[in-house]
């Protein structure tokens, strides 16, 4: 997939080349020349961004049955008398946009929007390029007519966002190349093979198999991921764990070891993805800069970043305390203290104290997910004795039984995650992005705790409370609270409320604006069974998007 031509020719060339070379899908056109968005959009267009920040805009033509054809029409209509067609068609529309800012993906959603809602009944598939990246714009149209306007109603609106022409990431090349395969003989064809492809639930379980293996329906291992690899890896003293807990140490804690290691990974890369995290940590250069000796990543890099930086406040943050000529007190060595740096023999020298100064830049987390679960008694037995033989190690935070992992295996974790697109912002009814959302450190969580024992799976679940629902449920229930509560301080205005809820577009003339308005942000809202966030989240945006749809943005 050579994307080079965006960066070396103009826009309407590089997206005929994306399309007909790359992307197998010829499209039909018989014009290139430039156009006015404010002409194309008429009443749906905004001066203000991100309209005026389009640069440049083409016509770049239609796909639809006719390009399935040996003997295509030679027959294209200007872009105006395909956007006025009232006649509903089987195909798309595609104009390509040049802006000289990079747009967020509202933005995006906005301009996509906009085209569709000026469309009579042809769905319009957008292009956007901006710095070295382009954006492709899929629309899911619904064609009914609504009271207070005509044409159709435009769903949620997906989008692979932010591909690097120059240097294209993985996760984008591997999604436009399945674009690219899909042997279609009509446009219903190609539409249903795209949709497979621009399904954030197929990149989910693609991503998800990869990660946890792939199961039969009677339980046997029939792909192998990533969590088997470590499974068979890791080196972990859980003796005194199974015996203290009473745990069955393969069944039991050595899965949930590995289980924990995804999830904080995970965690951990959404933050880097926010720039909270430097991508310094996680290349393979930095075994060769800051450490000594093969397989101490694990220890030396990632555990020190979980346990004493993520779960330290910044300005707590140092190495434990070590003094040779008294190896066994534990207070002059802090065997016992689990938030503070350890394997300080792993670093080269100097290291350690460099590595110090780079997790200033990391924030303090908190929470629980980066707690170490080992454990040291610290009060007195029956004989008024301080007693050690109930000390056990869970994550193996240790010097003298530390857990160990291969550096081969963590950087095939990291490698695996490269290999994927991410996101920090959730999808919404309105847009999606094809990338991995933190919504799926709760889908990944929530099955792969089944993923050890899947006889015991259900039990699992409901020993943890680990049940994550459904993103289409929460917005559904959290738009019908919404609603309800507004109409109980607007009975007169339910039809309304109904109206300005449940439709995407813009609704400005809604009677009482500025009561609806206070109301709105007066509003508390509780989840008592609140777990990763998902209602109050939900519900948030939810506010926003109806608060931006009675203002001006």
């Known amino acids: ?27 039909k056109t018989n014009t290139s020349a430039s156009l006015q968005i404010n002409q194309i959009l008429q009443d749906k267009y905004r001066n203000l961004s991100p309209f005026n920040n389009v640069t440049e805009l083409y016509f770049s033509g239609l796909i639809d049955n006719s390009i399935f054809q040996k003997s295509p029409s030679e027959k294209v209509t200007d872009a105006e008398t395909v956007l006025d067609n009232v006649a ?79 240097n294209t990431h993985a996760g984008h090349l591997r999604i436009l190349e399945n674009l690219a395969n899909h042997n279609a003989r009509n446009f219903n064809e190609l539409h249903n093979a795209w949709l497979k492809v621009l399904n954030i639930k197929t990149l989910n379980e693609d991503f998800y198999y990869s990660l946890a293996g792939k199961y039969s329906k009677d339980g046997n291992l029939i792909v192998e991921g990533w969590y088997q690899k470590c499974f068979n890896n890791i080196d972990i003293n859980l003796k005194a764990a199974s015996r203290v807990l009473g745990k069955q140490i393969e069944d039991e804690l050595k899965p949930q070891a590995v289980i924990r290691i995804i999830i904080r990974m995970m965690f951990i890369w959404f933050m880097k993805e926010k720039g909270l995290i430097a991508n310094k940590f996680f290349e393979k250069s930095v075994v060769d800069d800051f450490l000594n000796n093969e397989n101490t990543y694990y220890n030396a890099i990632l555990q020190n970043l979980f346990f004493a930086v993520l779960n330290k406040k910044i300005d707590e943050r140092r190495f434990r305390k070590e003094n040779p000529e008294q190896p066994s007190n534990p207070e002059e060595n802090e065997h016992g203290i689990f938030d503070v740096m350890r394997y300080k023999r792993y670093f080269k020298d100097g290291k350690a104290n460099e590595f110090l100064a780079l997790t200033r830049q990391i924030p303090f987390v908190n929470g629980g997910l980066f707690q170490c679960h080992d454990y040291k008694f610290t009060g007195k037995d029956e004989t008024g004795e301080f007693n050690c033989r109930n000390n056990y190690l869970i994550d193996a935070f240790s010097e003298t039984k530390p857990a160990k992992v291969s550096d081969d295996v963590m950087f095939s974790l990291i490698e695996l995650f490269n290999s994927y697109v991410w996101t920090i912002e959730e999808s919404t009814p309105e847009e999606q992005d094809i990338a991995l959302d933190p919504e799926l450190l709760g889908t990944v969580f929530e099955n792969i705790i089944g993923a050890y024992n899947p006889e015991s799976k259900e039990n699992a679940r409901k020993s943890s409370g680990s049940f994550y629902t459904p993103k289409p449920i929460v917005d559904y229930i959290c738009r019908e609270s919404f609603k309800k509560t507004l109409k109980t301080k607007f009975p007169d205005k339910v039809e309304q409320i109904d109206d300005l809820i449940d439709n995407n577009e813009d609704k400005l003339d809604f009677p009482n604006k500025n009561n609806l308005l206070a109301a709105i942000t007066s509003l508390k809202v509780l989840d008592p069974a609140c777990g990763s966030g998902a209602f109050p989240m939900g519900m948030f945006n939810l506010m926003v998007r109806t608060i931006e749809k009675l203002q001006e943005h």
């Open 1 to 27: 997939m050579d994307l080079r031509k965006f960066y070396s020719e103009n826009l309407f060339n590089a997206t005929e080349d994306l399309f007909k070379t790359q992307l197998n899908v010829p499209l």
């Open 88 to 166: 509903p068609a089987d195909g798309f529309a595609l104009f390509a946009l040049k802006l000289d800012k990079k747009p967020t993906r509202t933005e995006i959603t906005e301009i996509t929007r906009a085209f569709n809602m000026r469309s009579k009944a042809m769905p319009v598939m957008v292009l956007l390029q901006y710095e070295t990246m382009i954006s492709l714009a899929l629309p899911e149209r619904l064609l009914y007519e609504q009271s207070w306007r005509t044409g159709a109603k435009v769903g949620t609106v997906i989008i692979l966002r932010n591909i690097d022409t120059q």
